[in-house]
């Protein structure tokens, strides 16, 4: 016979509950992290792996998307965008950031569908939402909000569709097909 039983032992399920309803980042499942840097274009990013971004695009299903473009005119660069070119010329440059090279801890939230704003050849983009209570507290550090000026939250884009590609042109399947069958026909000896 044991000494004790299972209704002498308290339930704390409440208090696990509280928890994660008070703080939304614990609800996430994977906790990752990046470095503050800034890029050659001025924006002040946290660095993501391009294979996270990579992944998250082969495995969606949309036609016509493509991998964003580079920020830097370059290679894909993934990043979460904590602060834009004007925000840090407001504060006063790249330099008075103190924090960049540190790491900065993010949570994924979910994948969002949004109409491309201020974003030339682009139509629609595709965000990776992301939860970070710590790129709040940095950005209301500098006097800025708590998120960037016309976002909801913070992001990673990991698909475009650039504008036009699924509008009707004069490129058409069935002609290819009709050329393709006018090929020489072949005698046997």
């Not at 704390?12 to 992290?33: I, N």
């Not at 925000?87 to 801890?105: A, P, V, W």
């Not at 569709?161 to 005698?187: A, F, H, I």
Request: glycine share 8%; proline share 6%; hydrophobic share 35%.
């Amino acid at each position: 016979m044991s000494l004790l039983s299972t209704v002498d032992i308290p339930d704390y399920r409440h208090l696990l509950l509280y928890d994660v309803v008070s703080h939304p980042e614990k609800r996430a499942e994977v906790r990752m992290t990046g470095l503050l840097q800034v890029t050659n274009s001025g924006y002040l990013i946290i660095g993501v792996p391009t294979a996270l971004v990579r992944g998250i695009f082969d495995a969606m299903n949309e036609p016509g998307i493509s991998l964003p473009d580079s920020v830097d005119e370059g290679a894909l660069r993934a990043g979460i965008v904590v602060m834009t070119p004007a925000e840090l010329e407001q504060i006063g440059g790249s330099d008075h950031i103190s924090e960049r090279g540190k790491n900065f801890t993010y949570y994924l939230a979910g994948l969002k569908e949004t109409q491309a704003v201020s974003w030339p050849g682009v139509s629609t983009c595709w965000h990776m939402k992301i939860k970070s209570p710590d790129l709040g507290k940095l950005r209301r550090s500098y006097g800025l909000p708590a998120k960037v000026e016309g976002d909801s939250a913070f992001s990673i884009v990991v698909a475009v569709r650039k504008t036009g590609v699924l509008t009707s042109n004069t490129t058409s399947k069935v002609t290819k097909q009709q050329d393709s069958q006018k090929l020489p026909s072949w005698t046997l000896p």
